[in-house]
C-alpha cells in the first residue's frame, strides 16, 4: 500500500502539468488568432495598390474590387487599391478609360486625374487625360458625375448624360489671355460642351 501511496500523487501531479500545458497552448492560440486579425484590420498597414498599363495600341479590360468595369485605352495607366475597404473607392488615371462604375450610395467612386478628381456612385463615362494633351476629356452616358478642378476644389460641375467637359491641363492659377480687338480676354479653364455618338 506503501507503494500506491507514493505513486498516486506523482500521476496527479503529471496530470496536472499536462493541463496546464493544454490550456497555456489555447491560450496562446487564441492570443495569436486574435493579433494577427487585429494587425490585418489595423488601418496603419499600407494596402496594396495594384497599377494596370497598356501600350500605344493596345487596350485592356479591368474588373474592379467592388463590381465595377473599366476599358483602358491605348497608352494609359490606372491604380486602385486592392480591396476598396475604405469609405470611397479611388483610383489614379493616366490616359484615357471608359468606366462603368458599379453602384454604392455608401462608398463613392472618386477619380484622380492631374488636372481634375471626378466622383460618381454609378454611372457610364468616359475620361481622357493624357499627359501630352492640352486638355482633360469627361463625357457622360448615363448617371451623374461631379467634376471638381484640382487647383479649385471649391468649384464643382454637374454633368448630365450627354454632356462633355474640356479642361485645360495647365495650373489654374496661371492666367491665360489672348489679344481679341485690342483688348485682353481671360481664356476659359473649362467649356462644357454636348457629347456626339460615332
Known sequence: SSDVQTVSPVRKLVQKKYYRMLWGGAAASVLLFWFLFRTNENTGVKPINNTVSTKVGHKASINLPDGSKVWLNGDSKITYVDNFQNKTREVYLSGEAFFD??????????????????????????????????????????????????????????????????????????????????????????????????
Open 101 to 198: 462604375v458599379a453602384r454604392d450610395k455608401m462608398k463613392p467612386f472618386i477619380i484622380h486625374t492631374r488636372t481634375i478628381n471626378l466622383k460618381v456612385l454609378g454611372t457610364a463615362f468616359n475620361v481622357r487625360s493624357y499627359d501630352n494633351e492640352k486638355e482633360t476629356e469627361t463625357a457622360l452616358v448615363r448617371g451623374s458625375v461631379e467634376v471638381t478642378l484640382r487647383n479649385r476644389p471649391d468649384q464643382k460641375i454637374l454633368l448630365k448624360p450627354g454632356d462633355k467637359l474640356l479642361v485645360k491641363n495647365i495650373p489654374v492659377d496661371t492666367a491665360l489671355k489672348y489679344k481679341n480687338q485690342n483688348r485682353d480676354e481671360e481664356t476659359p479653364i473649362a467649356v462644357l460642351t454636348n457629347m456626339h455618338y460615332y
